[in-house]
């Protein structure tokens, strides 16, 4: 079954978000209007990207016997001129020892995983009413 998320407004700018048997609340920083007191929608975006790019990598290197615990995964948004998409840019930081293994055999690793790979290719979103 394909993963599935709920999403419901709470006081101010806070959303309660549900998938499976998880929960957690997202909010706007103060400056705009939030209380600060949970990830906005865009740090979702970018810890998902990134806990999708990081698993691809750990499973890469252990694949390959090489260590994968102190690999870093950073990813981001480089704003693009206006009227154009922003680009997410994954930054791996993994010591000079494991370039060995090549760099777009890492780069493929990091983007192999189901999240990533749907940034990638830009799926598609459909608005849909419920019950209809």
């Known amino acids: 079954m394909e993963p ?11 959303l309660l978000c549900t998938a499976r048997n998880r929960a957690l609340i997202t909010d706007r920083p103060a400056e ?28 890469f290197f252990e694949a390959k016997g090489l260590p994968s615990q102190d690999i ?8 693009a001129a206006p009227g154009e998409r ?11 020892d494991r370039l060995h293994a090549g760099a777009d055999a890492i780069k493929a690793a990091a983007t192999s995983g189901r999240v990533v790979s749907r940034v990638k290719l830009g799926s598609e979103i459909d608005v849909r009413f419920a019950g209809r």
């Open 4 to 14: 599935r998320a709920k999403v419901k407004p709470l006081a101010g700018k806070q």
């Open 32 to 59: 705009s209007g939030g209380t600060d007191i949970g990830y906005t929608s865009g740090e979702l975006l970018l810890l998902a990207i990134g806990s999708c790019a990081t698993g691809g990598l750990r499973n």
């Open 72 to 79: 870093v995964t950073e990813v981001f948004f480089e704003p």
């Open 86 to 96: 922003d680009r997410i840019v994954i930054e791996i930081d993994l010591g000079e």
